[in-house]
């Protein structure tokens, strides 16, 4: 790597910090909950070194309470993270001068924090993939350096009162989409997504609406606003 791209990455990491704090701080939540549904600290740790999905290994936990199988986990975790599909469109699009090679990379690094800062925090004039990698390897080491914590807090603290501590990934997403909310398409992607996801809920069990709800909507959407530009310059 050269000492350019180094230094976009140390970049990245330092301006990530502050919200690398935020995730330490939910991560601890994590581990706390991991081991009180089961988990050893091992397995806890692993889970995020491996899946790096904070909403996912919340879902998780309560499923494998229940018992639920690998595949069950694995069809959870599809539908959650089903939105990353919409943020990597965007992020190519930041980045569509780099090779399939850097995309990869890049991809491997995408989360809910790590989007927002770079597209409408304050890595959104920033365009190099070094510093993108900068602030998900913040991202990745506060993660999991806060779920070692909560874990071993956990485990070796029985007097730690847990309800409603699952409530911190829920207000973080709330933050982020508060924070995201500028035009009046914003607003009506919000509601509708809303709407479409209480509708489906009463129709199916499990994550679907979440799925339907987070992929259709937007989609839907920007296919009408691109149409309607379309018409309006022809």
């Known amino acids: 790597m050269s000492k350019p791209a180094v230094a976009e990455l140390r970049k ?13 701080s939910y991560a ?17 740790c692993a889970m995020s070194l491996t899946v790096f ?8 936990l309560p499923m494998i309470n229940e018992g639920a199988s690998v595949i ?7 539908m959650v993270n089903m939105r990353h599909l919409l943020y990597g469109l965007n992020i190519g699009r930041k980045f569509a001068s780099s090779s399939a090679r850097t995309l990869l990379g890049v991809s491997l690094g995408i989360v809910d924090e790590t989007y927002a800062f770079n597209t409408i925090g304050p890595g959104k004039k920033v365009s190099t993939p070094s510093y993108f990698m900068g602030t998900a390897l913040c991202a990745y080491l506060t993660w999991n350096t806060g779920t070692l914590a909560g874990a071993v807090a956990g485990r070796w603290t029985s007097t730690l009162n847990v309800e409603g501590l699952d409530f911190a990934v829920l207000a973080v ?3 982020m989409i508060g924070a995201s909310i500028r035009k009046w398409e914003d607003w009506i992607v919000l509601a509708a997504a809303g709407l479409v996801a209480m509708f489906v809920s009463h129709l ?3 994550y679907w609406h979440l799925f339907v709800a987070g992929l259709s909507v937007p989609m839907a959407l ?10 309006n310059e022809t």
Do not use: C, H
């Open 12 to 24: 990245g990491f330092y301006d990530f910090f502050p919200v690398g704090l935020v995730i330490f």
């Open 173 to 175: 997403f709330i933050s």
């Open 53 to 60: 999905a904070g909403a996912s290994q919340f879902m998780a």
């Open 222 to 231: 920007s296919w009408y606003i691109t149409r309607k530009s379309n018409r």
């Open 28 to 44: 601890i939540v994590f581990g706390i909950l991991a081991v009180s549904s089961g988990l050893s600290i091992i397995e806890s």
């Open 204 to 206: 199916a069990t499990g």
């Open 72 to 78: 069950a986990l694995m069809t959870m975790a599809l």
